[in-house]
T-cell receptor
């Protein structure tokens, strides 16, 4: 059973638009939710993260909206730029040194 | 600042041959260390984690083993490679007691 699910699998937006990436999870014990950005051939980079006690986290042009009751969250990328084109992974952890990743959303930002 | 180094950058090996991949963390004492495997275009699968020298926990069985011989070093190995071992191997670290993980640049393994 997949613990973390992401949608859409791929997303194309125009430069300047807001990209919205969705994530849902199964385990109510998860309390930490990081998002990672990965470019081809590189390791993932931690982008932004939220803990389950919060419902929103902002950092620059990135915002996480978190709904604990519905067990879902979303990453909003405001004013998307071509340089934001990458694969984005949602992950979830229960702080027992186990972290579960979704299958990723491949974002393409067209100029 | 902390730096994470993985070696080799890439490796091409024959089925049945042994393998050893390494990871070193500099600038952080007693980090938690992790190994991940990623198929091309796929998700990240956690393989092992270690919270202290000499102690390694296995998350999934893929005919691989891991060891932590020093506080700043994590080794992934196998005596006999399978075709299914091909992929991208990533090492990561996290501050003790924290949730965030920081990944290394990865090692691309091709098994022929």
């Amino acid at each position: 059973q997949q613990q973390v699910r992401q949608s859409p699998q791929s997303l194309t937006v125009w430069e300047g638009e807001t990209a919205i990436l969705n994530c849902s999870y199964e385990n109510s014990a998860f309390d930490y939710f990081p998002w990672y950005q990965q470019f081809p051939g590189e390791g993932p980079a931690l982008l932004i993260a939220i803990r389950s006690v919060s419902d929103k986290k902002e950092d620059g042009g990135f915002t996480i909206f978190f709904n604990k009751r519905e067990k879902n969250l979303s990453l909003h990328i405001k004013d998307s730029q071509p340089g934001d084109s990458a694969t984005y992974f949602c992950a979830a952890s229960d702080n027992n040194n186990r972290i579960f990743f979704g299958d990723g959303t491949q974002l393409v930002v067209k100029p | 600042a902390q730096t994470i180094h993985q070696w080799p950058v890439a490796e091409i090996k024959a089925v049945g041959s042994p393998l050893s991949l390494g990871c070193t963390i500099k600038g952080k004492s007693s980090p938690n260390l992790y190994w991940y495997w990623q198929a091309t275009g796929g998700t990240l699968q956690q393989l092992f984690y270690s919270i202290t020298v000499g102690q390694v926990e296995s998350v999934v069985q893929l005919n691989l083993s891991a060891s932590r011989p020093k506080d700043d070093q994590f080794i992934l190995s196998t005596e006999k490679l399978l075709l299914s071992h091909s992929g991208f191997y990533l090492c990561a670290w996290s501050p003790l007691g924290e949730g965030e993980q920081y990944f290394g640049p990865g090692t691309r393994l091709t098994v022929l």
